[in-house]
Nanobody, 125 residues
């Protein structure tokens, strides 16, 4: 049974940083694309960042480019999202996702099979 468990969320002031983690069990990191998504109240869940199985290729939404960094530690079977220069508009529930359908968009919600339960990030001004 695949389980993805996010952690590291919290409350931070604008300009601050947070590091999210997604620990996987029953699923081997490095076997397929993984990604981070976020969903703010009243908005659709959208892709934030994605990483190729080997970690050599990454993709980011325009809104987080240059501020967020996705990475993975295959030995720890954990996915990370380093978030810097946080803005109030980054406030959302953040989810990790795994196993992308072949050929599907890297940052599309419908592309992924497995999801974590989410971790809340709140950025205040």
């Amino acid at each position: 049974q695949v389980q993805l468990v996010e952690s590291g969320g919290g409350s931070v002031q604008a300009g601050g940083s947070l590091r999210l983690s997604c620990a996987a069990s029953g699923y081997e990191l490095g076997s397929d694309t993984m990604a981070w998504f976020r969903q703010a109240p009243g908005k659709e869940r959208g892709g934030v960042a994605a990483i190729s199985p080997g970690g050599s290729i990454v993709d980011y939404s325009d809104s987080v480019k240059g501020r967020f960094t996705i990475s993975q530690d295959n030995a720890k079977n954990t996915l990370y999202l380093e978030m810097n220069s946080l803005k109030t508009e980054d406030t959302a529930m953040y989810y990790c996702a795994a196993e992308r359908r072949y050929g599907a968009n890297w940052l599309s919600r419908s592309s992924y099979r497995y999801w974590g339960q989410g971790t809340q990030v709140t950025v205040s001004s």
